[in-house]
């Protein structure tokens, strides 16, 4: 037997690579790295521009250049970068003498020895990982997310006013619409949408144990708190003040357990269409060229929903050991965040894999309505409720003397199917008003659902 050529390990990064690549820019190796240099050169520009150690701040045209060390930063950089990395076996030291390199190369050896000054590893990491899992949600994940979300809203107003049968318990209960089903989940999304928009991406700059004391060293008259508070939010991050050596991650802990929830109602939302399809409820648009079964000609799988709900278990998992292992780190420093926060990558992709088969999938089914018609016209006997209700009422109101409504309806209907006529013969014997007596005559399953549509077209 042959030895294969290197193949990926993951599928993200094989049968799934078109799906997720876009989080590559970001959430890879490559991505860290270039946010790492982004750090390292910000920080110099900071500590000249407050002349510090006898420097002047650059001119335009050196920040220009210097900046280009992450603006255009390509495969040179990350070639130089595992070459040297073989060498010091130092992620964080690497991208050191990269800048280092580089500014030699620029002509501007004189700021060499500020390159990294005062820092601890963590301090560069912190920023970098905020910054790379900050612009990969926004600039990849949420969108998908959101795309989840409008396709479901478009549902949802389409069939705002399609009656269907509700199943509480899988068993047949008081009618809704299909487009107020879909609407609990818009509403459900958008709420997670806004806690996961409004959360702080936050980054330390405090040195070894955050305590200042290597600057302390070298300029005590330095309000350096202040600067590198300055330095943080030029970042467009949350400056973390109080820490060990490591920013204490909380801000991923609760992001992922945000994304996590998100995940969440999406493998709710997963299962429902997919049961709501197994019911004959949802048909799928046939696909040009593709195949359902290997054998069954006739099949076409709900395999958009079956590929989420998978994924976004696989995700869900992920981003729980990111939270419960990121929230802790021994006394002032251990490693195991380090692997762990290599990962994130990985559970995003599964996150985004699931979104994009969520948005197809929603986009390849249309509703039976007759269909749902034909299940309602077969289940009178939730018609109970409605009646029980109204006698109640009606006792109350002095129309009636019946006695427990409810055991009166539960004898007709409870485990029994009742049909239109036996309900409305039922109902033209009841002790009620005549007005009452009309309108539950009026009444039908398909025309039993409330505030259904309403509640869609007004909340979403």
């Known amino acids: 037997m042959t030895v294969l050529p290197a193949q990926p ?5 094989g049968r799934y690579k078109a799906a997720v690549s876009p989080l590559g820019e970001y959430l890879s190796e490559a991505g860290l790295n270039r946010a790492r240099v982004e750090v390292e050169v910000e920080w110099l520009i900071t500590l000249t521009n407050h002349s510090l150690f006898g420097t002047t701040p650059l001119s335009q045209d050196e920040k220009y250049q210097l900046r280009a060390l992450y603006l255009a930063f390509g495969q040179a950089e990350i070639d130089w970068l595992s070459e040297r990395e073989a060498i010091t076996r130092h992620d964080v030291k690497a991208v050191e003498y990269l800048v280092r390199d580089r500014l030699s190369r620029l002509g501007l050896d004189r700021i060499a020895e500020l390159t990294h000054f005062g820092c601890t590893s963590e301090d560069v990491n912190s920023l970098a990982y905020a910054l790379i899992v900050k612009r990969a949600v926004a600039d990849v994940w949420l969108p998908a997310y959101k795309a989840v979300i409008q396709k479901l809203r478009e549902l949802a107003l389409e ?7 509700s199943r509480t318990h899988g068993q047949p209960a008081t009618p809704t619409t299909m487009g107020k089903e879909l609407g609990v989940f ?6 997670v949408l806004a806690q996961i928009e409004s959360g702080e991406y936050l980054g330390k700059f405090s040195g070894a144990t955050g305590t200042w004391s290597a600057h302390l060293a070298a300029a005590p008259q330095v309000a350096w708190p202040n600067v590198a508070r300055e330095f943080v939010e030029s970042l467009g991050l949350t400056f973390n003040p109080l820490t060990t050596q490591i920013e204490s991650h909380d801000w991923q802990v609760e992001l992922y357990d945000r994304v ?4 969440g109602i999406l493998h709710n939302l997963a299962t429902d ?12 648009i046939p696909v040009a060229g593709a195949t359902g079964s290997s054998t069954m000609p006739h099949k076409i799988n709900p395999i958009r929903f079956e590929n989420a709900e998978a994924n976004l278990e696989l995700a869900s998992a992920l981003f729980s050991s990111l939270a419960q292992t990121l929230v802790t780190s021994r006394l002032q420093r251990d490693l195991t965040d380090s692997t762990t926060q290599r990962n994130i990558g990985v559970a995003f992709g599964h996150s985004l894999l699931a979104l994009d088969n969520l948005t197809r ?12 018609l034909a299940d309602l016209d077969a289940n009178w ?22 006695r427990d409504p409810y055991a009166l309806l539960k004898e007709l209907t409870r485990g029994r199917r009742v049909g239109a006529e036996d309900l409305a013969e039922f109902v033209r014997g009841l002790e009620i008003g005549d007005e009452a007596k009309q309108r539950l005559l009026e009444l039908t399953p398909a025309t039993y659902s409330g505030l259904a549509e309403q509640l869609t077209r007004s909340k979403l």
């Not at 996590?260 to 995940?263: D, K, L, Q, S, T």
């Open 361 to 372: 999938g929603l986009g390849e089914i249309s509703l039976s309505r007759d269909v749902l």
């Open 186 to 191: 818009v509403w459900r999304l958008e709420r």
């Open 9 to 13: 390990l993951s599928p993200l990064d």
């Open 260 to 263: 996590r929830h998100a995940g």
């Open 159 to 165: 069939h705002a006013d399609a009656p269907m049968l």
């Open 381 to 402: 006997e939730v018609l109970g409720e409605a009646i029980q209700t109204v006698v109640r009422a009606e006792v109350t109101a002095g129309r009636s003397t019946i």
């Open 273 to 284: 269409i997919w049961t709501y399809i197994s019911l004959g409820y949802f048909a799928q």
